[in-house]
């Protein structure tokens, strides 16, 4: 079985390569986004629109500890971003090889 690191890391490659149905194939019938209980068709939709925003996401860190994975992100075409360069972090929570729970914040590059 992979590790929650390898999964998210699998997630990440999956989306980035337009590979929506690989990435949800990883993800729980029901998990939680932002505390949300959410299904395989909310996920869909929330990446389908950031895939056809424009959306590039780059990884700088990971960090796994247990169930848990943090990555900290630069991101460029974010929505509500005006085009400007921003930052973000989230948290993923992997059980049995299936993402669980995601939280994410991101804000203004202060650079």
Do not use: C
Not at 67 to 87: C, D, F, I, K, M
Not at 89 to 102: F, P, Q
Request: proline share 5%; aromatic share 6%.
């Amino acid at each position: 079985m992979k590790g929650p690191g390898d999964v998210v890391q699998a997630i990440i490659r999956a989306r980035a390569e337009g590979d929506v149905d690989g990435a949800i194939g990883l993800i729980a019938p029901e998990s939680r986004d932002q505390g949300r209980v959410v299904s395989h068709a909310d996920w869909r939709r929330k990446w389908e629109g950031l895939l056809a925003s424009g959306l590039e996401v780059v990884t700088e860190r990971t960090v796994e500890d247990g169930e848990w994975v943090a990555n900290l992100y630069r991101l460029h075409g974010a929505p509500g971003s005006g085009g400007a360069e921003t930052r973000g972090m989230d948290m993923v929570r992997v059980v049995d090889g299936r993402l669980v729970e995601h939280w994410i914040f991101v804000e203004p590059d202060p650079a």
